[in-house]
């Protein structure tokens, strides 16, 4: 190639063709840029599906690159000339190839941000970093709506897009006259279950995936999790594929249940894109479309399909305006001085308490767990026991398929910790275990009862539920919403409180919850 104007830089998580860095692109003047590089897997313990589905999405989509006739200089995670991460890995490439500039669509992360913005200072390039359309709203959007608020609630916002790109919408006035239908949303199973779930869409590995797994079980193999029943998405294609598929068969009874839990269930009527979505192999307006279009030819009722696109018109888009308005700070949040270390068997599933090791055990072995399981679930037991939001936030950000950061640190910080101080929660979201027995069938087969809060016998959640109101109790009794959970903790009397104390002490040491201890 001749002088090469633009090195245009394509991250692992920007797998489009038609994204904002090739709007000028010219096969004669420019290249494309990937790298694979194993700190992108090693600054958090990323698990071997988070990695896989990555790298074999990334390979897949170079191909694409390939066969549009696109110059590409791609390094592979086992090449020779591996610098091992992105920022050297640039500068060796910038040294060979000399371009006049480089371009990208802006990263989601602002640690990789700053690491490809110090490249191009040091190399004396000029960076162009373009607006991704792959949102319904952009960061200067949202941060003018976040101008002058105290506090950011998704509800306010949510309205805004719909008003704005006119989705569900009658005239000026929301289609059944409500915005909001999570009230109809919240449904258990009851004792039948969830009787025949259709089967989620798996795509067995092709050859650059399989060469992908055997890369990440030689390279990776003390990393968390499994590959063994590996069958994500990792082309456009097959996200479209899956996509479709959730509309027509899952869609109509995701609504009623989407809080619901059952175990060995990791499925249910979720739609599972997340993760295609946030590699950018589907457009989330693709989505919404797609769930309009079902609710209009009245194949999903109004509640399931409005709940979904909340999550991807609303919560999606909200999310990440929080982040990038937030950071670099945000990261360092602890509003409630939370210290303790994460328990050792997030990594491992191995506790006796029924619900988090359904939810765990799953997560290690299918890179997934739906948002009750993460918020509810493992997210609450982190918040009541007191873990360092940083490491419940590296947890997070390790374990799951569909995990970028500027998605899973406001949902962990923010929503799920609390850490925010009430940013984007009106009140933490703490519970005892009576919250997940009314939601699923684990606490029927399990050791503890939720009902108790000391004793043998009292469910951790439960005993550290009464314990955080107590630790907190001075902050929360300034909180509106708090306020009758404080007044509960007031008619406790002092033998009581002692035994919850001792018996979350019992729980920290980890003399209770771990599997074969009594």
Known sequence: MAELRSLVLVLGDQLDAESSAFDDFDAARDAVWMAEVAQESTHVWSSQSRIALFLSAMRHF?????????PLHYTALDASHNRGSLAAQLSADIERLQPQRLVITAPGDWRVLQALRGVAEACCLPLDVREDRHFFCSVREFAAHA??????????????????????????????GEWNFDADNRESFGAAGPGRVPPRSRFEPDGITRDVMALVRA?????????????WPVTREQAQEALYRF????????????????????????AHIAAAV??????????????????????????????????????????????????????????????????????????????????IVQTLKHGYAHHIQRLMVTGLFALLYGVDPKQVHGWY???????????????????????????MA????????????????????????????????????????????????????????????????????????AAVAERAAAIRRGEVGHAGRD
Request: with cysteine; hydrophobic share 35%.
């Open 62 to 70: 170079a191909q694409t690159l390939r066969s549009h006739g696109r």
């Open 147 to 176: 101008r002058g608020r105290k506090s950011l609630r998704l509800e306010y916002f949510y309205r805004e897009q719909r008003v704005r790109h006119r989705v569900l919408m009658d005239g000026d006035q929301p289609i059944g």
């Open 219 to 231: 390279r990776f193999a003390g990393h968390p999790g499994s590959l063994d029943e590996f069958a």
């Open 247 to 270: 509309v027509d068969e899952r869609l109509p009874k995701f609504g009623r249940h989407q809080d619901a839990m059952w175990p060995g269930e990791p499925w249910l009527y979720h």
């Open 278 to 359: 946030n590699l950018k192999l589907i457009h989330p307006r693709e989505a919404v479309a797609a769930a309009e279009a079902a609710y209009h030819a009245g194949k999903a009722p109004l509640a399931s399909v409005e709940g979904f696109i909340r999550q991807i018109l609303g919560w999606r888009e909200y999310v990440r305006g929080i982040y990038w308005t937030q950071m670099p700070g945000y990261l360092e949040r602890n509003a409630l001085g939370a210290r303790e270390d994460l328990p050792p068997w997030y990594w491992t599933g191995e506790t006796d308490m029924a619900c988090l090791r359904d939810a």
């Open 397 to 423: 950000l390790s374990v799951y398929v569909d995990a970028v950061e500027w998605v899973e640190l406001p949902n962990t910080l923010g929503m799920s910790q609390y850490a925010d101080g009430g940013l």
């Open 426 to 497: 009106s009140k933490p979201y703490a519970a005892t275990g009576k919250y997940i027995d009314r939601m699923s069938p684990h606490c029927a087969g399990c050791r503890y009862d939720p009902a108790l809060r000391s004793g043998e016998r009292a469910c951790p959640f439960t005993t550290l539920y009464w314990d955080f109101l107590g630790r907190h109790e001075a902050l929360l009794a300034k909180n509106p919403r708090m306020a009758l959970q404080v007044k509960n903790l007031a008619r406790i009397d002092e033998a009581q409180k």
